[in-house]
Every structure is written in structure tokens, then in C-alpha cells.
């Protein structure tokens, strides 16, 4: 049994061997690092007004998407979706968390009251592609511009990870029959 750490979200996991996604934020394979490689200071980072400016924006992304997948989470006419969305919320969570933390910024008080969605679970799913898109485009951007190396890093970890779950929207329509 190891400890492991994600560069991203900095959770620790127990297991013998690397995930092949991080099950907390869900970054790839190659940010799950040994417990001594992960520095203590990884987030004390020195912010343009920029970078701030855009983990701001990513705050009230991940809020906003936080709360639609937890209102999603509470249909329980298809279970599966339902647990699969509230998976999801957490991972969205856990990226407000960390934007948060690098902007030295306190969690949006919020984070945990569900959205009202539609009970259509297929435009439901749709809504869920534009949103991840959205983030995974803007995520993008903001590590092209982005001038300190962590900033940097962690828009492309996650811009990585709202590409995945448009995937999992794929699946989730599939399964939907939409």
C-alpha cells in the first residue's frame, strides 16, 4: 500500500498503484505523484491580476456546475444517473475548492444547495456537454495566458478532466436513450 497525492486537488490516495484518474477531481494519471514529491508549498503562488481575475471566473463556473449536477443528482427515476451526476458534483466541488484556494478566496457558501433542473433527462445531459465545453474551452485559455507555471498547470489538468466528462455525457445519453 502506498500514499499518493495529487498534484491538482493535493488528496491523498491509498492503493498500490497510480489510478488512472485522480477520484477526487479527476486529473489524469501523471498528476498522481508519491507523497514526499508533492511540496507542502505548491499553492502559495504569486497571482497576476489575470490570473486572479480568471480564478475568479472559474470559481462561479464550478459553483454554478457544482450545483446543476447536484440538482441533476436528485431525480431518482434512473438511479445510475443519479449517483453518476452526484459523483460529478463532487468533482466540480472539489475544482471550486482548489481555484479557490489558489485565489486565497473562502468556498461560495452555496456550493451545496442543488439547482432546479429540468426533469428531462435528456435535455438535462445536453445542458451538461454546453457546460463542460464551456469550462474545458475557457480552462484552455486561461492556461494559454496564464504566466505562473502552477496556474498554468492546474487550467490544463483541468480543462483535461471537463473534456472527460463530456465523455461521460456521451455515455450518460446513451444510457438515457436520448
Not at 492546474?154 to 471537463?162: D, L, T, W
Request: net charge negative.
Amino acid at each position: 500500500m502506498k500514499m499518493l497525492r495529487c498534484r491538482i486537488c493535493g488528496e491523498t490516495y491509498l492503493g498500490t498503484e497510480a489510478p488512472s484518474h485522480c477520484p477526487f477531481c479527476g486529473a489524469h494519471r501523471e498528476y498522481i505523484v508519491d507523497s514526499p514529491e508533492y511540496p507542502a508549498d505548491i499553492n502559495e503562488v504569486q497571482l497576476t491580476e489575470i490570473e486572479r481575475e480568471d480564478l475568479k471566473a472559474s470559481i462561479e463556473l464550478e459553483r454554478s456546475n457544482t450545483r446543476f449536477y447536484l440538482g441533476m443528482a436528485q431525480h431518482k427515476d434512473e438511479h445510475v444517473l443519479s449517483s453518476a451526476y452526484k459523483r460529478l458534483a463532487k468533482v466540480e466541488a472539489e475544482h471550486c475548492e482548489l481555484f479557490c484556494k489558489l485565489a486565497s478566496l473562502e468556498e461560495p457558501e452555496d456550493l451545496n444547495v442543488p439547482l432546479e433542473v429540468s426533469s428531462d433527462w435528456c435535455a438535462n445531459i445536453a445542458e451538461s456537454v454546453e457546460r463542460e465545453q464551456r469550462a474545458s474551452r475557457l480552462y484552455r485559455q486561461f492556461a494559454e495566458r496564464a504566466t505562473n507555471e502552477r496556474i498554468r498547470e492546474v487550467f490544463e489538468a483541468v480543462s483535461a478532466v471537463e473534456a472527460d466528462h463530456i465523455e461521460l455525457d456521451g455515455e450518460a445519453s446513451s444510457y438515457a436513450g436520448c
